[in-house]
C-alpha cells in the first residue's frame, strides 16, 4: 500500500507561482511513476505531468508545458510540480498519483494510476 499526502496549494493571483509537494509513503515498485493530475469544477480529471523512476523521463500536458517543472526528490520519497506564469483555467484541484507499472509516452497520460492523494486546490485569481 502506498500513501500520497499533497501540500502546497493555495490562492494565487495570475501571473504567480506555486509549488505542489507529494510525500509518498509506503511500498513504491522500481518500476513506478509518479503523476499530477488536476480537476477544474464541472471538468473530468486530466493529466497534467508525469515523472518516471526507471530514467526520470518527464512528461507534461500540452496546456502546461513550458510553465510547469515536475522533479523528484529521493531521498525524501517526494514528487514536486513548479507551476509558473499560472493562469485562471489553471484551478483546478491537483492531485498526486503513482502507477506501479511501466508507461510510455502518452500511456503516463492516462488516469489508470494505482494510487491517488487527496488532493490540494489551486485558485488562480484574474
Known amino acids: 500500500q502506498v500513501q500520497l499526502v499533497e501540500s502546497g496549494g493555495g490562492l494565487v493571483q495570475a501571473g504567480g507561482s506555486l509549488r505542489l509537494s507529494c510525500a509518498a509513503s509506503?511500498?513504491?515498485?522500481?518500476?513506478?511513476?509518479m503523476g499530477w493530475f488536476r480537476q477544474a469544477p464541472g471538468k473530468e480529471r486530466e493529466f497534467v505531468a508525469a515523472i518516471r523512476e526507471s530514467d526520470r523521463s518527464v512528461y507534461y500536458a500540452s496546456s502546461v508545458k513550458g510553465r510547469f517543472t515536475i522533479s523528484r526528490d529521493n531521498a525524501k520519497n517526494t514528487v514536486y510540480v513548479q507551476m509558473n506564469s499560472l493562469k485562471a483555467e489553471d484551478t483546478a484541484v491537483y492531485y498526486c498519483a503513482v502507477r506501479s507499472s511501466f508507461c510510455s509516452g502518452y500511456g503516463c497520460y492516462r488516469d489508470d494510476y494505482n494510487y491517488w492523494g487527496q488532493g490540494t486546490q489551486v485558485t488562480v485569481s484574474s
Open positions: 509506503g511500498r513504491i515498485f522500481s518500476n513506478y511513476v
